[in-house]
């Protein structure tokens, strides 16, 4: 809002357009950030002055919002993994070696039930904006730098809690604790998603691949702003509750009597 204000009564070429200097992502995330984050961002710091409690409210109303796409993903896997019998079933009446034939067999099974494996990809693909969009926001958000927040004196940057003298490949001289708590809840989540969806474990390497994923990104993020890190550990632990909520309030029972029916 400052640098756009200079801007103010101009017009055509006379507009600096400082606004623009400030790194809120290209094309869709830079428009998540900016009619969407931001403004909600400053909406809660009218009220609270503590940045980890804002990010905190910001990680719950996110949640909230894309909760109807969990939980749609959520069914999708459960109706995958409901009809893993029937899929076994198809699997032992065809050799491993014709498996362009398994899956053609498995496609029309998941067709005649009305059950689609993208389905389950698309909320989450949906998501991917508003995530990739935080992680733009973060770094560029100078209301968090030297802002402290628990142990982290500075939100800005990363919290270290173990550091050494010699900087070692990958990882650096120190270890970030919102990182290594973002790593955990990732792990975790991973395994739920893993026990939630039916047929990844049709795919040769993605199990073990599923859950090198997180370990990756703990190297990535261990340098980067630790209001980021907070961020997703506080998001991933949401999801891992709403999993854990969905799933005791879901039942596949009748979940698989609906696919029979049809």
């Known amino acids: 809002k400052i640098l756009s204000a200079y801007d103010k009564g101009l017009e055509g070429d006379a507009k600096l357009k400082l606004q ?24 809660f710091n009218k009220f609270l002055s503590n940045f980890g409690l804002i990010i905190l409210l ?13 939980y749609k993903s959520y069914i999708s896997g459960a109706k995958m993994r409901v009809l893993k019998p029937e899929i076994d079933e198809l699997h032992a009446k065809i050799p491993a070696e014709k498996a362009a034939e398994r899956q053609k067999a498995t496609m029309e099974l998941y067709s005649k ?15 991917m904006p508003i995530l990739i969009a935080l992680f733009s926001f973060f770094p560029a958000a100078i209301e968090l730098r030297q802002q402290s927040f628990l142990w982290a004196t500075d939100l800005s940057s990363y919290d270290a809690i173990v550091t050494w003298s010699t900087s070692i490949p990958l990882i650096g001289n120190h270890i970030s604790l919102f990182c290594v708590l973002m790593t955990i809840t990732s792990v975790l989540y991973t395994h739920l998603n893993m026990a939630t969806s039916g047929g990844q474990e049709q795919i040769p390497g993605m199990k073990w691949m599923m859950y090198l994923m997180p370990v990756v990104f703990m190297f990535m993020f261990n340098d980067y702003a ?18 854990y909520i969905i799933r005791a309030t879901v039942d596949e029972k009748q979940i698989l009597a609906q696919l029979h029916a049809k």
């Open 113 to 127: 039930v009305g059950v689609s494996p993208m389905s389950g990809c698309i909320p989450s693909l949906l998501q």
């Open 226 to 243: 630790s209001g980021l890190s907070y961020y997703y550990f506080i998001a991933t632990l949401f999801s891992v509750i709403q999993t």
């Open 58 to 70: 910001m990680t719950i109303v996110i949640k909230l919002v894309l909760s109807p796409l969990t």
């Open 20 to 43: 623009d200097i400030i790194p809120l992502g290209w094309g869709i995330f830079g428009w998540v950030n900016k009619y969407a984050i931001i403004p909600m961002f400053n909406l």
